[in-house]
Nanobody, 118 residues
Framework: EVQLVESGGGLVQPGGSLRLSCAASGFTFSSFRMSWYRQAPGRERELVAAVSSTGSSTAYADSVKDRFTISRDNYRNSVYLQMNSLKPEDTAVYYC???????????WGQGTQVTVSS
């Protein structure tokens, strides 16, 4: 059974930091590109950051560049999102996605809530 389990969300003050984790199981993690998406109330889900299957390549949304860092550990079958200098507009449910490129295999986690508020 494929599982993506996010953790690490919570309430943080503006300017604070959080580290999200996504633990994967049930598929060959090291073959999949991993991404973090987020969805705020009333808005569409948007791509936040992505990392290639080997970890050698990353990409970020302009809104989070220089504040967020995506990384992965193919030995622990996990992907992470380090979020610094958080802003209220970062408030959203954050989702982990696994995608096998050039295929229809896409898996999603259940999401973790991040709230940035004073």
């Amino acid at each position: 059974e494929v599982q993506l389990v996010e953790s690490g969300g919570g309430l943080v003050q503006p300017g604070g930091s959080l580290r999200l984790s996504c633990a994967a199981s049930g598929f060959t993690f090291s073959s999949f590109r991993m991404s973090w998406y987020r969805q705020a109330p009333g808005r569409e889900r948007e791509l936040v950051a992505a990392v290639s299957s080997t970890g050698s390549s990353t990409a970020y949304a302009d809104s989070v560049k220089d504040r967020f860092t995506i990384s992965r550990d193919n030995y622990r079958n996990s992907v992470y999102l380090q979020m610094n200098s958080l802003k209220p507009e970062d408030t959203a449910v954050y989702y982990c996605q696994a995608r096998l490129e050039r295929s229809a295999y896409v898996y999603w986690g259940q999401g973790t809530q991040v709230t940035v508020s004073s």
